[in-house]
């Protein structure tokens, strides 16, 4: 896809796209897979558990994108809100 100024960037292109994605979710894997090899100490019991950090960011994030919608949908006004 090229730009405003008709170069085509390398990091618009759809298979460095889907490149980058392969790529990110082999090391997300392997950090996934890592933890198999940890001697976990968890202070709480639950985040002592395999791969607890990855389901829990995973989750945190979720609940974020799905509260910033539900805050988006009570705080939006509309377009005329400020009498243009």
Same mark, same amino acid.
């Given at each position: 896809?090229?730009s405003a100024d008709g170069k085509d960037y390398w990091l618009a ?10 790529? !990110? $979710?082999?090391?997300?894997? #392997?950090?996934? #897979? ?15 558990? $395999? ?6 960011? !995973? ?26």
């Open positions: 896809m090229p292109r759809p298979s460095t796209i889907r490149l980058l994605w392969v790529v !990110f $979710i082999v090391i997300l894997a #392997l950090t996934v #897979l890592a933890d198999l090899f940890i001697d976990h100490h968890g202070d709480f019991g639950i985040d002592g558990t $395999i791969g607890f950090y990855a389901w829990y960011g !995973f989750v945190s994030c979720v609940v974020l994108v799905i509260g910033s919608k539900a805050l988006g949908v009570l705080l939006k006004r509309k377009d005329d809100y400020y009498g243009r």
